[in-house]
């Protein structure tokens, strides 16, 4: 009766290693990017309620006015903090320089292996930032807003992807995984509403309608 318990528990113990092991590999891609949680949806429309709506300007911009890519402890870069993050098994040298690793870009899809392959979005771009109020802050505030660590502002996706997003707003760009839209405005209108930014009402717009269906 014993070798029978025996068997019948190691039958049990082996069918739930295969169901954790089977799930990791279901959650895995989209538990590797570790985008700051952004405000939950109910809170995200009370807040777009809240922000200004204002005609964009993008007078005097230049992308050097934002100080990015600071270094934030050691030799490590906010960069090279983010590719660490949002990867998973990054294995950095002495440079803090990213030589192995996996990461999953949600606003694509795909997974990559090596780190030249990722941009570091900031998810409310530096020139969308100007537009929206950046223009009249001081350069240490412009340059927090571009290595912010703590809010939903900065992720590790594919470059192309990102290049292709450049300065456009939800009005005219969104992922397209559409399973993370909703969690891609939440963190735009998050970051808005936290460094005081206006919207312009094509984006109010937009915005409004994902955050309906969130």
């Not at 993008?58 to 906010?78: A, E, K, M, V």
Request: charged share 15%; hydrophobic share 40%; proline share 4%.
């Amino acid at each position: 009766m014993s070798k029978f318990y025996a068997r019948r528990r190691l039958s049990i113990l082996g069918a739930l290693t295969a169901l954790i092991a089977s799930v990791a590999v279901l959650n895995g891609p989209t538990a590797s990017a570790a985008l700051p949680t952004p405000v939950s949806a109910a809170t995200a429309r009370t807040y777009l309620a809240s922000l200004t709506v204002a005609t964009e300007s993008r007078t005097g911009y230049d992308r050097d006015l934002f100080p990015h890519w600071i270094t934030q402890s050691g030799t490590c870069n906010t960069r090279e903090v983010v590719l660490k993050r949002d990867g998973t098994n990054v294995v950095q040298d002495s440079a803090c320089a990213a030589t192995s690793g996996s990461w999953y870009s949600v606003y694509d899809g795909a997974t990559w292996t090596v780190a030249s392959d990722l941009d570091i979005d900031h998810l409310v771009p530096l020139a969308e930032a100007w537009d929206s109020g950046a223009g009249g802050w001081t350069t240490a505030r412009r340059q927090a807003f571009a290595n912010d660590l703590t809010r939903p502002q900065l992720i590790a996706v594919t470059d192309n992807v990102n290049q292709a997003k450049g300065d456009q707003d939800p009005a005219t760009w969104m992922p397209s995984v559409t399973s993370y839209r909703c969690t891609y405005v939440r963190a735009w209108v998050q970051v808005k509403y936290y460094y005081d930014l206006s919207v312009d009402s094509a984006e109010k717009s937009a915005l409004t309608s994902y955050l309906a269906n969130c």
